[in-house]
């Protein structure tokens, strides 16, 4: 019953304890223009979250655009020299991110809802245990936000619904 953000935080934090090191953040998919926007990543430094506001999703573009394009988790071991994000190394450098591995987070349909990520400050490969750690992360992310989603919706249909009453209310009196 919590709101996203705060669920969303409180997975963030809970995925950075179990991985020392590592920095966490969440990109939510737009379907309508193909572009990720920061969701949660509550250390990640702030500059660098409005930065890849907007990314691009695109086969070749980053980790977290080429995991929705691809629908697959996407490792980029050392930022410095990887092809996925040769247009971004500058942005990652300023920040002194150097790995980025990014799961696409999907609805119950598999359809993209956005992306989990974990950062390192060093060239790092994941292990199984991290990979694990990362997919169920996404999937987690998952479940919060189709709940939101719906949430929205259906607070959506029930002012729709009120608003039909009202005004065949207005209609049976006068």
Do not use: K
């Amino acid at each position: 019953g919590q709101p996203l953000a705060e669920i969303l935080r409180r997975l963030n934090g809970a995925i950075e304890a179990m991985l020392p090191g590592a920095l966490t953040g969440v990109l939510r998919y737009d379907p309508q223009s193909r572009t990720l926007h920061d969701l949660s990543g509550p250390r990640l430094p702030e500059e660098y979250r409005r930065q890849v506001d907007g990314l691009v999703v695109g086969d070749t573009v980053g980790s977290c655009g080429a995991a929705i394009a691809r629908r697959a988790c996407v490792v980029a071991e050392d930022l410095r020299t990887s092809p996925l994000w040769e247009p971004y190394r500058d942005i990652a450098a300023r920040f002194g991110l150097r790995s980025c591995w990014s799961h696409p987070i999907l609805d119950s349909y598999g359809e993209p809802l956005g992306t989990f990520a974990i950062y390192y400050r060093t060239p790092h490969r994941p292990g199984a245990f991290e990979r694990e750690i990362l997919r169920v992360a996404a999937h987690l992310a998952g479940v919060a936000m189709e709940r939101d989603v719906r949430g929205s919706a259906l607070a959506r249909s029930a002012q729709d619904i009120r608003q039909v009453l009202t005004g065949a209310r207005c209609l049976l009196y006068h």
